[in-house]
């Protein structure tokens, strides 16, 4: 069956330094991979997209890789802040067919940045 | 303006009875959706309408039933509430295959 893990429940990283979060993936051949952001008591927020012919994706502070022979996408917050502290989704479009796939989604990594 | 909007955003109920939650977008997209968002915080598509069409229908009691009047709505209907439905229920549009905007999630809490 689909499967997609996330690295850990919690990250605690410091302040200033990189949070690398990792999504793997089992069972799929996803045409693309999708990041989102979700605080708490709020829906969640996209972030990025990437493609499966692109190997990396970056916005401000945020990168992504793809590496679909590993089948595993890293998401990375650069000079990370304490408002970067939320749950970071992976997510991929069912293998439902007929085109509006809704997403599935990994359980999700808190990531907690301390001052 | 709110792109993706629910309502009520919080719901209490006793078991037994019948409850709808009401999903409305304005971005004019052509896809909506439903996800529950469980205890342990897993989120998982219920629901997907593409053009008034329901399109996917994942393994979800037929006591939940979407409707649809227009492009712009996707309403969720719940029959027969029981204990375990109490979550929180996100509604979601987009273009087909494309990202998705999330409403602000509806809590229903079923006593």
């Known amino acids: 069956s689909q499967k997609i893990e996330q690295n850990s429940e919690a990250l605690n990283i410091q302040e200033g330094k990189t949070a690398t979060l990792t999504c793997n993936y089992t069972?799929?051949?996803?045409?693309?991979l999708q990041w989102y952001r979700q605080d708490p008591g709020r829906g969640p927020v996209f972030l990025l997209l990437?493609?499966?012919?692109?190997k990396e994706k970056r916005k401000e502070r945020l990168k992504v890789t793809f590496d679909t022979t590993l089948k595993q996408s890293l998401f990375h917050v650069t000079a990370s802040q304490p408002a970067d502290s939320a749950t970071y989704l992976c997510?991929?479009?069912?293998?439902?067919?007929?085109?509006?796939?809704?997403?599935?989604f990994g359980k999700g990594t808190h990531l907690i940045i301390q001052p | 303006d709110t792109a993706v909007s629910q309502t009520p955003k919080y719901l209490v109920t006793q078991m037994g009875n019948d409850k709808s939650i009401k999903c409305e977008q304005n971005l004019g997209h052509d896809t909506m959706y439903w996800y529950k968002q469980d205890s342990k915080k897993f989120l998982k598509i219920m629901f997907s309408y593409n053009n008034k069409e329901l399109i996917i229908n994942e393994t979800v009691p037929n006591r939940f039933s979407p409707k649809s009047p227009d492009k712009a709505h996707l309403n969720l209907h719940i029959n027969s509430l029981e204990l375990g439905d109490s979550a929180v229920y996100f509604c979601?549009?987009?273009?087909?295959?494309?990202?998705?905007?999330f409403g602000p999630g509806t809590r229903l809490t079923v006593l």
């Open positions: 069972n799929y051949s996803p045409a693309y």
């Open positions: 990437i493609r499966e012919n692109e």
């Open positions: 997510a991929l479009v069912g293998n439902s067919g007929g085109g509006a796939d809704g997403l599935t």
């Open positions: 979601a549009s987009s273009h087909i295959s494309d990202t998705q905007y």
